[in-house]
């Protein structure tokens, strides 16, 4: 069983930048996969971004490539999404996803991912 569990959100200006957590519980967590997906009120969930076990395999959504980053520091069992820039279409509530892997493949589908957080909500002013 992995726990996961986001930190960071708040109301940021569009333009300004935004620092997300995702801490998970466990010996294993270099084994597992991160995405991070968001949802705004009345809208669907969608996949924002992941990250692969050792960090080389990433995939971002054309909405967010070039502003938002992923990494993470497995010695700490944390993932980070860095958010530049964000929109105020980005408003949301963002919930980070822990998903096993044989192999670095990232994945970014909602299926592939086994241990949800309880999400953390963004809101961009204009």
């Known amino acids: 069983q992995v726990q996961v569990v986001e930190s960071g959100g708040g109301l940021v200006q569009a333009g300004g930048s935004l620092r997300l957590s995702c801490a998970a519980s466990?010996?294993?967590?270099?084994?597992?996969?991160l995405g991070w997906l968001r949802q705004a009120p009345g809208m669907e969930r969608t996949f924002v971004a992941a990250i692969g076990r050792s960090g080389d395999s990433t995939y971002y959504a054309d909405s967010v490539k070039g502003r938002f980053t992923n990494s993470r520091d497995n010695s700490l069992n944390v993932a980070y999404l860095q958010m530049n820039s964000p929109k105020p279409e980005a408003t949301a509530v963002y919930s980070c996803?822990?998903?096993?892997?044989?192999?670095?493949?990232?994945?970014?589908?909602?299926?592939?991912?086994?241990?949800w957080g309880q999400g953390t909500q963004v809101t961009v002013s204009s």
């Open positions: 996803a822990a998903g096993y892997r044989n192999t670095n493949y990232a994945g970014a589908t909602v299926a592939e991912y086994d241990y």
């Open positions: 466990g010996r294993t967590f270099s084994r597992y996969a």
